[in-house]
């Protein structure tokens, strides 16, 4: 059951939204945030620097609701950096991501908290996601169906995320602000979603709602990477860090995943897990970037048959890592 017993200051639940030039549909998003049925929350919005009519937007959004605090930074600081930036501003025991051009069910926050607030072992709580086209028609389910409670140990929780994940609306799930805290938050890399999503993964549980509580707007058409996966990349990498996006321009998607699966690989190494689960938690990262992102294993194909043949499978099994 949840308490709104939060004062004005620190209110239960923050919602942060980061936006850029996002006129088109943000009256919407903002609207459908204001409309959830929980009082308890703060709204902050992070202005990069946008160029259109966003400001007016938000300002006449902020003089209606008091809930409301925004900022705009001088200058487009990138979408990671704006996303950490509201973040660092909120003070709820909850926190929440949204897309400043998506569209939430009045009672998803509430639900959300409801699960957290009944299973201390979830550190964060989502529901399943609709993809919804530019008038907000329904297109069809997305397949995320992670939910990994009852899950105890920390390696299984993340082979388990990292074997399932394929898109991350999950990261804009309610996160514990507590656990969100002792994350590297969301890193300058391709895919920081993924990674974050993974680091939390060893904090805590992922709970599910199985009906669609998340619009998620397909409002670009680059987003599809099956159609044009050099566009893809490149509007993916401007939108992440345009300061940096010159370093990134050039490199191969396998490139740029081959850098993600590294720091997957670096967050093992640093994570509270027995050697023996690390060994099996880097196996399984490695064989899954190669089967699904095309990035060749570290030592080339001489490691790969050492430890995907049979008897190398045999072995592991022996000294209980597979």
Known sequence: MISESKTDKQPLVSIGLPVYNGEQFL??????????????LELIISDNGSTDRTPMICQDHQADDRRIRYYRNTANLGAIKNFNRAFELACGTYFMWAGDHDL????????????????????????????????????????????????TSPSERYLNLIRNLRWGNMVYGVI???????TGLLKNVFGPDHLLLAELSLKGTFAQISEPLFFRRRNR??????????AWKLQAIKTLDPGDSHNWREATLSDLYRSLRNEHLRLIRSCSSSRREKLKMVLETLKWYDSDFGVGWPGGPLLQRLCTNRFSD??????GVS
């Open 27 to 40: 009256d919407q998003t903002l609207d459908s945030l204001r409309n959830q049925d929980l009082s308890s």
């Open 104 to 151: 939430w069910d009045q009672s998803y926050v509430t639900k959300c908290i409801s699960i957290l607030e009944d299973d201390p072992t979830a550190v964060l709580a989502y529901s399943r996601t609709m993809l919804v086209d530019i008038e907000g028609n329904p297109i069809g389910l997305m397949p995320d169906q992670i939910d990994t409670r009852g899950i």
């Open 176 to 182: 514990r602000s507590e656990a969100l805290k002792q």
């Open 221 to 230: 058409p680059t987003e599809d990477v099956d159609r044009d996966a050099e």
């Open 314 to 319: 045999s072995l592991l099994t022996r000294i």
